[in-house]
């Protein structure tokens, strides 16, 4: 058994374990010290273990159109409940409206509008998403890969970090009000598979699924893949943001890598 099959069958089973903790979209295991522990020390492992075998450009497996499963169980969060007062409107007017903040340690500052995203060159792929909660859907994605807008922007030589600022916020799940965010690492934001994807099977991207653009970082698990995407900050260290963590799970107890 290899070790990503190791790793997804750990998580499977400890979310398993959790019962009545699951509710959907990955939202209550921060109050089950025994999973957060769990999550917490097999961190470390996991990051080294990902980057020494897998290399930096190795690739998620990528399936078959036939391979797509008929219904893909959306994450996080699924409706404008969450979503800020007007948001259905600018989805209804196509999005002409929305813009993409990307600012931080760049040399260009710049804010892109979805058509700015679609003009750009894009990459298609097949997928599977694994929840931390031990279920795996397989879809299709296309969108910009996230190097191509960096290096659009220029990254500054400080540069370590790439920060999500999203629309969402998840007032029924965390401690407080805030909205929702993530980070990766610039080995992972310029891996070939990491896209902002505007459009899922074909279709532009649900509202359920982060509309209009979320994060596909395959090699993660799903709670990293932010939804709702307004701005892409650079940044240099992590512990200024939110509680310092990384992201806004991570707040709550979650590790920042989520490798599988």
């Known amino acids: 058994m290899s070790d990503q099959t190791n790793r997804r069958a750990l998580l499977a089973a400890g979310a398993a374990g959790a019962g009545s903790l699951l509710l959907g979209g990955c939202n209550r295991i921060y109050d089950s010290p025994s999973l957060r522990e769990l999550l917490t020390h097999s961190e470390g492992l996991t990051q080294r273990a990902h980057r020494a075998l897998m290399g930096r450009d190795t690739l998620a497996r990528e399936y078959q159109a036939a391979d797509i499963s008929r219904t893909f169980r959306p994450n996080g969060s699924q409706d404008a409940q969450s979503l800020p007062p007007g948001y259905l409107d600018m989805m209804t007017a196509g999005f002409d409206a929305w813009r993409l903040t990307v600012h931080g340690l760049v040399r260009r500052p710049t804010r892109f509008t979805l058509a700015d995203l679609v003009a750009m060159p894009a990459r298609s792929q097949i997928t599977r998403h694994d929840c931390v909660e031990g279920w795996s859907c397989i879809g299709g994605w296309t969108g910009t890969p996230l ?85 892409i900050e650079v940044v240099d260290r992590l512990d200024h943001l939110g509680g310092g963590k990384g992201g806004s799970w991570e707040d709550q107890g979650y590790q920042w890598y989520a490798g599988v």
């Open 147 to 231: 190097s191509q807008v960096l290096r659009r922007v220029g990254l500054k030589p400080e540069a370590r970090f790439i920060v999500f600022h999203c629309a969402d916020e998840h007032p029924r799940y965390f401690r407080g009000r805030s909205l929702y965010y993530e980070s990766i690492d610039l080995i992972d934001a310029f891996h070939p598979q990491t896209i902002l994807a505007y459009a899922m099977n074909g279709a532009p991207l649900p509202l359920a699924h982060g509309a209009p653009l979320r994060l596909r970082l395959e090699r993660q698990l799903g709670y990293k893949m932010a939804k709702y995407i307004e701005r």
